[in-house]
């Protein structure tokens, strides 16, 4: 069972990646799943988080309107497309999964929630 985060990259202040989440050994299609940041020094903070069928999503408000989050089942792949990049969104970008998805689906953000699967992060660095 593994997650595995990438897309990651050195891009100039205002560009854009798109960061993908992809699972094997298990079916991602039944699992809230949650992108989540940590900058040096910094505490984890949660970023976006997407319902197991899509049809929730929860931005926070360091990211909204320039990141989207979005899910293909089919392809077990969750992405976070993020655009007019800033310095302050430097920092390694972790997915995570969770089988039980809570009610407001941004929980899965709380740094108290504890998520099932933890991949490896990727590194985003914005330069000015």
Same mark, same amino acid.
């Given at each position: 069972?593994?997650?595995?985060?990438?897309?990651? %990259?050195?891009?100039?202040? /205002?560009? =854009?990646?798109?960061? #993908?989440?992809? +699972?094997?050994?298990?079916?991602?299609? @039944?699992?809230?799943?949650?992108?989540?940041?940590?900058?040096? %020094?910094?505490?984890?903070? /949660?970023? =976006?988080?997407?319902? #197991?069928?899509? +049809?929730?999503?929860?931005?926070?408000? @360091?990211?909204?309107?320039?990141?989207?989050?979005?899910?293909?089942?089919?392809?077990?792949?969750?992405?976070?497309?993020?655009? #007019?990049?800033?310095?302050?969104?430097?920092?390694?970008?972790?997915?995570?999964?969770?089988?039980?998805?809570?009610?407001?689906?941004?929980?899965?953000?709380?740094?108290?929630?504890?998520?099932?699967?933890?991949?490896?992060?990727?590194?985003?660095?914005?330069?000015?």
């Amino acid at each position: 069972v593994q997650l595995q985060a990438s897309g990651g %990259g050195l891009v100039q202040a /205002g560009g =854009s990646l798109r960061l #993908s989440c992809e +699972a094997s050994g298990f079916s991602t299609d @039944s699992y809230g799943i949650g992108w989540f940041r940590q900058a040096p %020094g910094k505490e984890r903070e /949660g970023v =976006s988080c997407i319902s #197991s069928n899509g +049809a929730r999503t929860y931005h926070a408000n @360091s990211v909204k309107g320039r990141f989207t989050i979005s899910r293909d089942n089919a392809k077990n792949t969750v992405y976070l497309q993020m655009n #007019s990049l800033e310095p302050e969104d430097t920092a390694v970008y972790y997915c995570a999964a969770d089988l039980a998805e809570p009610t407001p689906i941004e929980l899965l953000l709380h740094p108290d929630y504890g998520m099932d699967f933890w991949g490896k992060g990727t590194q985003v660095t914005v330069s000015s």
